[in-house]
């Protein structure tokens, strides 16, 4: 015994170190990181003011950065109600449920039996002649049984590791789930505001032309003016109403998605008429770090996690090349008769261990293997991919919201002297110094201008929530 033994042990320990390399080292991808975002500076020259953000970093409730008691009720109904989140709450469940699955095949297996039989085997396969006449018989086991499996090569840890990462990517794909439900509450909030401010604009243009007609009717009457300019009239008030009703359309189509986001029916829903006036509460957004990013995005950190979970299964497809060990025990009583089995004569017991390995498996293990490495890549490709697409979402927005902010000053001007004009083309018209078409002329371009401007202040509004989104939320 000592002698085989000593030829062994050489043969386990060089078998042992093999194990120590079934799990690869899994190596960060080389991802080009910039050193500032492109767009991080200000229409001004100035620089956006640095965060500090990461992921181990409360995100907070960055809604309430646009002091809307609204949205903030809205964001907390929705979390509570929406079935996206309910299935990726449901799916973070099963994967923790999975990995305690796969942690349990690494502890001692311990069950317990208990039963009866009866029976009566043939004389021949007792060694006995056929005639032989074989009386039947009834026996009672009960026995505690244990098994073990010793992890040699490390298959049950790196299985455990996979599992184990598949979890964390669950929990970081709610994350995402939970901070894009945020901002889409958020974004069709401030759309459906856009579209109150739009209709309301609308409706005062409606305003505008129903007076226009009546002072028109009026003059026409008493014979000031001719049919023409009464026509005229007439079709402006019909056309800014069939705007006013196009406008309605889009307000509904908002208020029905943000019922489906709050996880209520689109017929029993009603949305508070609250316009959005202005756009100079929409707070600064610091844009960070490029480098922050990659700890800030859940969705960046589900890539990375299901990296380590694919190294961590190229060991268990490895590790299946190499010899298992498993322990098994049972101790108990058997007897004929039920009230014997627990006594001590009864008693029984049963020790072994089994080593066991493929030798021919037809290459299964070895595809495993090429299979195992393949999804790794793919896995690493994704995270690259996330990465890159984190990146552009950053800088699009950043983009954005200066362009919009360069939009938002020229507008703004218009719409003074679009009002001003507005003003003297009715006091010319009024002194009969100019054509009812100038003053239409004028009216025109003044609703246009303020329409304009309200679309832009909803544009504002969501893509600032979208930069708060592709910087991973906000944070202390």
């Known amino acids: 015994m000592n002698k085989l033994t000593q030829r062994l042990s050489p043969l386990l320990a060089a078998l042992l170190l093999v194990a120590c390399s079934t799990v690869p080292e899994l190596k960060q991808p080389q991802v080009e990181v910039p050193q500032a975002f492109k767009e991080v500076q200000a229409p001004d020259g100035t620089q956006w003011k640095p965060a500090q953000p990461a992921e181990a970093q409360a995100?907070?409730?960055?809604?309430?950065?646009?002091?809307?008691?609204?949205?903030?009720?809205?964001?907390?109904?929705?979390?509570?109600?929406?079935?996206s989140l309910a299935v990726a709450a449901a799916r973070v469940k099963q994967a923790r449920a999975i990995a305690g699955i796969t942690d349990a095949s690494r502890g001692v297996q311990l069950g317990v039996g208990i039963g009866g039989q009866r029976g009566r085997a043939s004389a021949v396969s007792l060694g006995l002649p056929e005639a032989t006449d074989v009386a039947a018989a009834s026996s009672y086991p009960?026995?505690?049984?244990?098994?073990?499996?010793?992890?040699?090569?490390?298959?049950?840890?790196?299985?455990?590791?996979a599992s184990q990462a598949d979890a964390k990517a669950s929990e970081a794909t709610y994350k995402s789930v939970l901070l894009a439900l945020q901002a889409d509450v958020a974004q069709t909030w401030f759309r459906l505001r856009a579209a109150n401010a739009e209709l309301e604009t609308l409706n005062r243009t409606v305003d505008l032309r129903s007076q226009s007609v009546k002072v028109n009717q009026s003059r026409y009457d008493n014979g000031d003016i001719g049919e023409f300019d009464l026509a005229r009239a007439k079709t402006e008030l019909a056309t800014a109403k069939a705007e006013a009703i196009g406008a309605q359309r889009k307000r509904t189509q908002n208020e029905h998605a943000l019922a489906v986001l709050l996880g209520k029916p689109a017929s029993s829903f009603t949305a508070e008429d609250k316009p959005l006036a202005d756009a100079a509460q929409l707070p600064a957004i610091p844009a960070g770090l490029p480098s922050a990013l990659l700890e800030r995005r859940p969705d960046i950190a589900a890539a990375q996690l299901a990296m380590i979970a694919s190294n961590a299964r190229i060991g268990v497809a490895k590790s299946a090349m190499f010899p298992a060990l498993a322990l098994t025990g049972s101790g108990g009583g058997e007897s004929a008769s039920l009230s014997d089995v627990f006594k001590w004569s009864s008693r029984s017991w049963v020790l072994g261990a089994l080593m066991s390995m493929p030798i021919l498996d037809g290459g299964r293990n070895k595809?495993?293997?090429?299979?195992?490495?393949?999804?790794?890549?793919?896995?690493?490709?994704?995270?690259?991919?996330?990465?890159?697409?984190?990146?552009?979402?950053?800088?699009?927005?950043?983009?954005?919201?200066?362009?919009?902010?360069?939009?938002?000053?020229?507008?703004?001007?218009a719409v003074v002297s679009a009002r001003r004009s507005a003003d003297l083309a009715q006091k010319l018209y009024d002194a009969g110094?100019?054509?009812?078409?100038?003053?239409?002329?004028?009216?025109?371009?003044?609703?246009?201008?303020?329409?304009?401007?309200?679309?832009l202040r909803g544009d504002r509004a969501v893509t600032t929530v979208a930069l708060i989104r592709s910087l991973g939320g906000g944070w202390q």
């Open 59 to 83: 995100r907070g409730q960055w809604w309430l950065a646009f002091d809307d008691s609204t949205l903030t009720s809205l964001i907390d109904e929705a979390t509570s109600a929406n079935a």
């Open 142 to 161: 009960a026995a505690l049984t244990a098994s073990y499996e010793v992890d040699l090569f490390g298959r049950l840890a790196a299985g455990s590791s």
């Open 367 to 413: 595809a495993n293997i090429a299979r195992s490495e393949a999804v790794l890549e793919e896995s690493v490709a994704s995270y690259r991919q996330s990465v890159l697409v984190a990146f552009a979402e950053v800088e699009d927005n950043l983009a954005g919201l200066r362009i919009l902010a360069g939009q938002a000053e020229q507008i703004d001007a």
């Open 433 to 455: 110094r100019s054509s009812y078409l100038d003053l239409l002329d004028a009216q025109r371009n003044l609703s246009a201008v303020e329409r304009n401007a309200v679309l």
